[in-house]
């Protein structure tokens, strides 16, 4: 009886997660394309610094930086929804900032920078979450 | 819920120009709107939405945080100031809760 319901709610899951992912990875192009007003972002000049594994999807800790950013987004394209925080750097600061995200699976993250001359630039970082935390 | 507890840690003095590490969290729950409580209900969103750093009243870090942001938010950062100042900290809610905190930095002469 529990096995069989158990079957039923993998079966619901492995059903619905491809659904979910599929629809929140355009959401993130989306999103990425809203925080650079529609410019693509050239690949690199922007560091994103991730575990290659993370056994505690609630709390994964994760650092930005951009020499000479003015602003850096970042993007979770396997999340519910995409966005995760924009950090906008002023006086005194380093161009750099450490949190901790909550991540649903394991995915993509992505850091997009916004430089000081107005580019844009982004780099990736694939993930591997053993227990999500959405 | 508990009041939100804000904490910043931070050198209570600091040489002119030379970086140094700011840590700053705040003891809030970050409900995404997407979990069930223990009635089966959905517990309503709420999250902190915006954190602001100052220096002597000049912006030096904000974060937009969406809600994949962890349960007690956690910020660290490096700055490197030349005089004396008064830091101000903020967290808003999405209902415009605030919650302050200002710390005295003294730089070594």
Redesign the interface.
């Known amino acids: 009886m529990a096995g069989a319901s158990l079957a039923a709610l993998a079966a619901g899951l492995a059903g619905f997660r491809p659904v979910r992912i599929a629809r929140a990875a355009n959401e993130t192009s989306r999103a990425i394309a809203a925080f650079t007003k529609g410019t693509v972002p050239a690949e690199g000049g922007v560091l994103l610094e991730v575990p290659e594994i993370a056994d505690n999807g609630?709390?994964?800790p994760i650092r930005v930086s951009a020499e000479g950013a003015r602003r850096i987004a970042v993007f979770?394209d396997g999340?519910?929804?995409p966005?995760?925080?924009?950090?906008?750097?002023?006086?005194?600061?380093?161009p750099?900032?450490?949190?901790?995200?909550?991540?649903a699976g394991s995915q993509k993250l992505i850091a997009v920078a916004e430089m000081a001359d107005g580019t844009f630039r982004t780099t990736a970082r694939p993930i591997k979450v053993t227990a999500g935390?959405? | 819920m508990a009041k939100p507890r804000p904490r910043v840690k931070l050198p209570k003095s600091v040489s002119v120009g030379v970086?140094f590490t700011v840590r700053t969290r705040i003891t809030h729950p970050m409900h995404?709107g997407?979990r069930l409580g223990r009635d089966g209900k959905r517990i309503p969103r709420r999250i902190i939405s915006r954190f602001v750093v100052r220096?002597n009243g000049?912006?030096?870090?904000?974060?937009?945080?969406?809600?994949?942001?962890?349960?007690d938010?956690?910020?660290?950062?490096?700055?490197?100031?030349q005089e004396s100042g008064e830091m101000e900290f903020e967290w808003m809610e999405d209902d415009g809760s605030t919650y302050r905190l200002s710390r005295r930095v003294q730089v070594k002469s």
């Open positions: 609630g709390a994964v979770a999340n519910p929804s966005g995760v925080a924009v950090f906008t750097f002023g006086k005194w600061i380093t750099a900032a450490s949190t901790r995200i909550r991540l935390g959405c | 970086p995404t997407l220096y000049e912006e030096t870090l904000s974060v937009d945080l969406e809600r994949a942001v962890s349960a938010p956690y910020f660290s950062f490096e700055m490197a100031v």
